[in-house]
T-cell receptor, first 115, second 117 residues
């Protein structure tokens, strides 16, 4: 069965410091991996995805993520955090061979960036 | 990407009643989905809304409770029937956009926040 784990409920960083939000996955075959962000009282916004190719993927708002096949991880990173990055972040996976479009989401990680 | 709107944005309903949520997309899309996000929880797929045919439901969700319509490629509705407080959640629709060599990216609407008293 496919699954996604986000081991940290909350990540706290100081503004200007680098941030990492962790994600590991389990899926048979090759995965499609995604990161979404949810601001309070808002829907999910797409940040970035890994489909194939370069393991380092760059996305919106200066975020990037690194696909590591051996560790089955897809951690979200940003070199310098902003207070406005404070939000709820979701990692999601889809089986590449799937024709259903179904995304499996992690439990979410709250990022708190303090001034 | 796509511009996705949902109506209503929020509602407070009495138990035993039903609420229909609308999802409108600004372009034709092949795949539309409905998700539920219970308080403090992650997203769970309810069903895939199929144009011109019955929706495909995930395990634990049934058509009698969550009837879905999709009359065309830009519009879908989700009804939450015979509501109970346990149905209090955010309901989100999403669409999958293909561009070129398969992007398989889902974009989400703003959500409908439902509270059942």
């Amino acid at each position: 069965a496919q699954s996604v784990a986000q081991p940290e409920d909350q990540v706290n960083v100081a503004e200007g410091n680098p941030l990492t939000v962790k994600c590991t996955y389990s899926v048979s075959g090759n995965p499609y991996l995604f990161w979404y962000v949810q601001y309070p009282n808002r829907g999910l916004q797409f940040l970035l995805k890994y489909i194939t190719g370069d393991n380092l993927v760059k996305g919106s708002y200066g975020f990037e993520a690194e696909f590591n096949k051996s560790q089955t991880s897809f951690h979200l990173k940003k070199p310098s955090a902003l207070v406005s990055d404070s939000a709820l972040y979701f990692c999601a996976v889809k089986q590449q061979a799937s024709n259903t479009g179904k995304l499996i989401f992690g439990q979410g990680t709250t990022l708190q960036v303090k001034p | 990407s796509a511009v996705i709107s949902q109506k209503p944005s929020r509602d407070i309903c009495q138990r035993g009643t039903s609420l229909t949520i609308q999802c409108q997309v600004d372009s034709q899309v092949t795949m539309m989905f409905w998700y539920r996000q219970q308080p403090g929880q992650s997203l769970t797929l309810i069903a895939t809304a199929n144009q011109g045919s019955e929706a495909t439901y995930e395990s634990g969700f049934v058509i009698d409770k969550f009837p879905i319509s999709r009359p065309n490629l830009t519009f879908s509705t989700l009804t939450v029937s015979n509501m109970s407080p346990e149905d209090s959640s955010i309901y989100l629709c999403s669409v999958e956009i293909y561009a070129g060599q398969s992007t398989d990216t889902q974009y989400f609407g703003p959500g409908t926040r439902l509270t059942v008293l």
